[in-house]
């Protein structure tokens, strides 16, 4: 059996000729960054994809969560899910914020409404909630919170992109989202990320924010920072934005394979689809190590890896069992999310997987589950 490691993600890359042309035009124009050409044309590109009226295209998804929370002016408590990427809390933590940490839902692993308005106190002003793995928030739920409140919405949709609702688009929902363009996302511009909201005005402050708060040559309105993202970026994700459907519908044949082939183990939980979801991204292909099977999750992790596959904990561990956030408000009861952290592992999924890495992948999870 082939050694050679196999990620949990790979890049998506067209073929480099591919990019030349792209290229040629940017040294034509010398226009390198500062809102340039292909900025300007993938923002038009994303709102039609995603069927979002108004998008800033940013250098990076930690950097849009920023700007958001400053172009909303949210200070003060912000409710949050554990179960993220760190980014997703140390972004409340970098604009002011003070992040209390609220459970999630078992079946969708993302804030549970009800949580969330058990953590509300005088000081909150915002919900911050991620779509884990692409999987939909209760965006209804949380709405309704937040209205009757009066706080603010942020989605953090890092994993989101493209997906879809019956009811349209997964960015339509709270007063922004956040998208990340990292090189391991489904679409991704190397680093890049991506602010989509409805309010023009809104839209306004972010790309306000993210020159420095230049309105003009001469005038600084607001205390913004370097979060633009240049034109490298900008044409790489013009070109790539031609191959996300076939990238999107190569990964969810390699998670229908790993479907069929799992559904049978016994201990290993795959996650069911949510109602209400048109299309999925399959950026990531989660399955939970319960009672059950012969291995625990870290031991199934460490037999991988010790074949070449590195599959990843994400994510283990909870944002709230870092050394900095372990005083935060919530943090010691969160037992849903620490359960799905205990035994998530996250499989490799990629459009460039070959058929012989996809059993690869199903011979070594079969194999430790006859242990
Ligand atoms: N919110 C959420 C919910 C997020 O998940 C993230 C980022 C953010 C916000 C912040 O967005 P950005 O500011 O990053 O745009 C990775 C990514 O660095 C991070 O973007 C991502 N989430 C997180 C879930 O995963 P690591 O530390 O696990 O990445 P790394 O370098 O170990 O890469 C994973 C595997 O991918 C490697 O083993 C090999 C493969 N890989 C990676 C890179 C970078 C490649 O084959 N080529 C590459 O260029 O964090």
Redesign the pocket.
């Known amino acids: 059996m082939s050694d050679k490691p196999l990620?949990?993600?790979?890049?998506a890359l067209p073929p480099l000729e591919q990019f030349e042309p792209l290229l040629r035009e940017i040294w034509a124009s010398r226009r390198l960054t500062n809102g340039g050409a292909f900025a300007t044309r993938l923002e038009t590109e994303l709102a039609g994809y995603l069927e979002a009226p108004q998008v800033s295209v940013l250098a990076?998804?930690?950097?849009?969560?920023m700007l958001a929370l400053k172009a909303l002016e949210v200070e003060g408590e912000v409710i949050t899910t554990p179960y993220?990427?760190v980014?997703?809390t140390h972004?409340l933590v970098w604009s002011g914020c003070t992040p209390v940490f609220a459970d999630i839902d078992p079946v969708s692993l993302n804030l549970d409404p009800a949580a969330v308005e058990a953590a509300i106190t005088p000081r909150t002003r915002a919900i911050l909630a991620?779509h884990?793995y692409g999987r939909p928030c209760d965006t209804a739920g949380l709405q309704a919170v937040a209205d009757r409140h009066g706080l603010r919405l942020i989605y953090?949709a890092?994993?989101a992109f493209g997906v879809q609702l019956d009811s349209g688009s997964l960015m339509a929902a709270g007063d922004a989202a956040?998208l990340?363009?990292?090189?391991?996302?489904v679409f991704h511009t190397?680093?890049?990320?991506a602010i989509v909201c409805r309010d023009e005005a809104l839209k306004a402050r972010i790309d306000l924010l993210r020159n420095f708060g230049f309105k003009g040559e001469t005038r600084v309105l607001a205390t913004g920072i370097n979060a633009k993202m240049n034109e490298l970026q900008a044409a790489f994700g013009c070109l790539t934005l031609g191959s996300i459907d076939a990238e999107i519908a190569a990964r969810a044949a390699i998670a229908a394979r790993y479907r069929a082939a799992f559904a049978p183990l016994t201990g290993l939980r795959l996650l069911s689809g949510l109602p209400g979801v048109a299309r999925h991204n399959h950026g990531y292909y989660p399955v939970f190590i319960e009672a059950g099977f012969p291995l625990d999750r870290d031991t199934l992790y460490t037999r991988l890896r010790e074949q070449g596959i590195?599959a990843?904990r994400?994510?283990y561990p909870l944002i709230s069992d870092f050394d900095m956030y372990r005083d935060a408000p919530g943090a010691d009861h969160l037992p849903v999310a620490r359960r799905m952290a205990d035994t998530v592992l996250c499989l490799p999924l990629f459009g460039a997987m070959e058929d012989a890495d996809v059993a690869r992948v199903i011979d070594a999870v079969s194999a430790a589950a006859r242990t």
């Open positions: 990620y949990v993600t790979e890049p990076n998804g930690t950097l849009a969560l993220s990427f980014a997703t972004a991620v884990v953090d890092a994993h956040i990340s363009f990292h090189a391991t996302k190397f680093e890049g990320g590195i990843r994400y994510f």
